[in-house]
C-alpha cells in the first residue's frame, strides 16, 4: 500500500525539520501509519542516525521502511519507554507524534470510524482491543454515554442527555452495532444545519473512548518527557482542541492542568522551552492540496 493511499502527513516539512536536529540522533516516530514523516526523518538522518517507528495497527506494518536505521514496533505509543529500553535505549534525541486518524481508517468502510459507511460500529484502532464502539453503547451507563458525547464530543449537556437516554431506550430492544442504525437513532437529535459537524463530534467521542485517547496520549507525553536528552525535540500535532489543550499544558509546564510553577526566584520551572509559542498551522495552499489538514496543529518544545 502506498504512503499517499495510506495518509497524506500534514505539515511534513514543518514537522521533520523541526524534529531532527542531530542528523546522527535517535528519534522515536510513535504514530508511523503510512510512514509518511518516518520516511522524511530517515532522509534527514545520518548513516549513524537510528529511527523507531510505533504503530499499534497491523495494517501499517506493510509500509514500514527497509532501512538498516529503521526499526519497527508493532505496539502502542503509550509503551513507548518500555520498548527503547528493550531495544537498549534510555534517552533519544526526538520524538514526534502526529495523532490524527490516517485515511486509511476513515476510508476502510469495514471500520467504522466514519459515518459515510454502513458497516460495523468497531473504531478500534488496534484488533487486539476488545472493546468496540459498539461495546460502549451497549454497556456504559446512560450518565456514562452523555458525558462521553459532552466531554469528548463538545456536544450541549442537554442534547447529550436525550441521546443516550434513547440508546439505552433503542438497546432493550436490540443491540446497536451498525453506523445506519445508529444514524437513525441520531437522526431527530440533529441539527439539519450542522448535520456533518454533530455527527463527527459524536463519532469522535466514540472513538476517543473506544481507543482510550487521552489516557493514552498524556501517557506518551509523561514517557516522552522521561526519554528526551536535554536539547531533544517533542514535536506534536493534534486535530482537535482536547488534544491540542493537553498538548498545550504540557509543553508549556510540564503538567496537564497548565498550572505555571515557579522557583523561588520566580523563575518558570517547566521542563520545556518552546519553540513554537504559537501552534503552526498549513497554509492555505496546504490545506487546498490535502484538506483534511485543514485543523491540523503542530507544536514543537525542547527539553531544558
Known amino acids: 500500500m502506498s504512503q499517499n493511499n495510506y495518509h497524506t502527513p500534514a505539515l511534513y516539512t514543518e514537522t521533520i525539520t523541526g524534529l531532527v536536529v542531530n542528523p546522527s540522533g535517535v528519534y522515536a516516530d510513535v504514530t508511523m501509519g503510512g510512514a509518511g514523516h518516518t520516511r522524511g526523518i530517515l532522509g534527514l538522518l545520518s548513516d549513524e542516525g537510528r529511527l523507531f517507528g510505533f504503530d499499534q495497527d497491523e495494517a501499517a506494518l506493510c509500509n514500514a521502511p527497509q532501512d538498516s536505521r529503521f526499526t519497527m514496533v508493532h505496539s502502542n505509543f503509550c509503551h513507548l519507554k518500555n520498548f527503547l529500553r528493550y531495544y537498549g ?4 534525541d526526538g520524538v514526534v507524534a502526529d495523532l490524527g486518524l490516517s485515511f486509511r481508517h476513515v476510508d476502510d468502510e469495514s471500520r467504522g470510524f466514519s459515518f459515510r459507511f454502513d458497516a460495523p460500529l468497531d473504531m478500534r484502532m488496534s484488533r487486539g482491543r476488545k472493546l468496540t464502539a459498539a461495546g460502549i453503547l451497549a454497556e456504559y451507563t446512560p450518565e456514562q454515554i452523555s458525558n462521553l458525547f459532552t466531554i469528548y464530543g463538545e456536544i450541549p449537556r442537554h442534547t447529550s442527555k436525550r441521546i443516550a437516554s434513547e440508546i439505552e431506550r433503542a438497546r432493550k430492544v436490540r443491540p446497536i452495532e451498525m453506523t445506519g442504525e445508529f444514524l437513525e437513532l441520531l437522526k431527530p437529535f440533529i441539527d439539519p444545519r450542522k448535520e456533518r459537524k454533530m455527527l463527527a463530534q459524536i463519532f469522535q467521542s466514540l472513538r476517543i473512548e473506544t481507543n482510550q485517547e487521552m489516557q493514552v496520549l498524556r501517557q506518551l507525553l509523561t514517557q516522552a518527557l522521561q526519554v528526551l536528552k ?29 498550572e505555571v510553577q515557579k522557583d523561588f526566584f520566580g523563575r518558570n520551572l517547566s521542563p520545556f522551552k518552546l519553540i513554537t509559542n504559537k501552534p503552526i498551522v498549513p497554509s492555505d495552499e496546504e490545506i487546498e492540496r490535502n484538506p483534511r489538514s485543514r485543523s491540523a ?8
Open 297 to 304: 496543529k503542530l507544536r514543537i518544545a525542547e527539553k531544558i
Open 230 to 258: 536535554p536539547g531533544g525535540r517533542l514535536v506534536i500535532i493534534s486535530y482537535h482542541s482536547l488534544e491540542d489543550r493537553l498538548v498545550k499544558n504540557f509543553l508549556k509546564t510540564g503538567n496537564f492542568e497548565g
Open 89 to 92: 535505549v534510555t534517552q533519544v
